[in-house]
């Protein structure tokens, strides 16, 4: 039984609004997907595949030899997350088998710490059906009207407060045995924006192993500061 990474990078990045897709944005000098394979492209993890858009022109203008040969590019990328995860599996199940561990996490967190990957490995790879890191929700939630978004409406109101202490935010790296997950993520219907809740919907409780607000997904322009201070400080 062996691990892989596969990172969905064939997104445009529409919240940050940049010229370029995020995941070349550079950070401290280096796009943005420079870090986050970094972050996993390490024991004992064998290959990592990166899922781009058809069309990507610009994976091939870096460099990537610092991964020295551990890195794929897969030019399958579809027009959802989850179409863009499930072509990258279905593609590298010539190299993977069913059995091994895939490690799904995302372009857009690149200041995952060694030691949340660690812990994920060690605590999922003894588990059943896998699992994820995620973190504790810290602030307190509300429930707005449904339909209302928030970023164009003049005004919005709370409808209620969640009880927060049942609500966990998901992050990657989500970690699942690539047969079950190309499973899932075949048979998922709805919206599927992580594969944590396409394992779900099979029936199954994937495993929650605790992660840390530095694994922080780059969405919003403010963002990307504070992923390149984290970084600084490593
Ligand atoms: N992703 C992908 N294929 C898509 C959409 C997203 O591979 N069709 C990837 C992104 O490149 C990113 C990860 O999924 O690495 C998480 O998505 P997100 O942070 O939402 O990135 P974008 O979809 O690019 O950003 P936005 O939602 O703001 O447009
Ligand atoms: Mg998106």
Redesign the pocket.
């Known amino acids: 039984m062996s691990y892989f990474a596969l ?10 609004g940049a010229a370029s ?3 070349y944005l550079p950070l401290l000098g280096k796009p943005m997907l420079h870090h986050s394979i970094g972050c996993v492209a390490r024991a004992p993890i064998e290959t990592v595949f990166v ?1 781009l858009a058809p069309g990507d022109a610009a994976f091939a203008q870096h460099d990537w030899s610092a991964f020295g040969g551990k890195v794929e590019p897969l030019y399958c ?5 989850r ?2 995860v499930l072509n990258g599996l279905v593609a590298a199940m010539d190299v993977v088998d069913a059995d091994d561990w895939v490690l799904v996490h ?3 967190r690149p200041c995952l710490p060694h030691a949340d990957l660690e812990r994920l490995i060690d605590e999922v790879s003894v588990d059943e059906v896998g699992g994820l890191l995620a973190l504790a929700v810290a602030e307190t939630v509300k429930r707005v009207a449904l339909g209302v978004d928030a970023a164009v409406a003049d005004e919005v109101r709370v409808e209620c407060t969640e009880d927060r202490s049942r609500l966990w935010l998901a992050q990657t790296p989500q970690m699942f045995r690539a047969g079950l997950l190309a499973q899932a993520l075949r048979d998922a219907r709805g919206v599927v924006t992580d594969e944590a809740s396409a394992v779900e919907m099979l029936g199954l409780h994937p495993r929650i192993v605790r992660g840390s607000r530095r694994n922080l ?1 780059v ?1 919003f322009p403010e963002d990307m500061a504070i992923a390149e201070s984290m970084l600084g400080q490593e």
């Open positions: 990172i969905p990078a064939a997104g445009s990045g529409s919240r940050i897709p995020k995941q899922v990328g579809g027009g959802t997350r179409d863009s995302d372009a857009a997904k969405t």
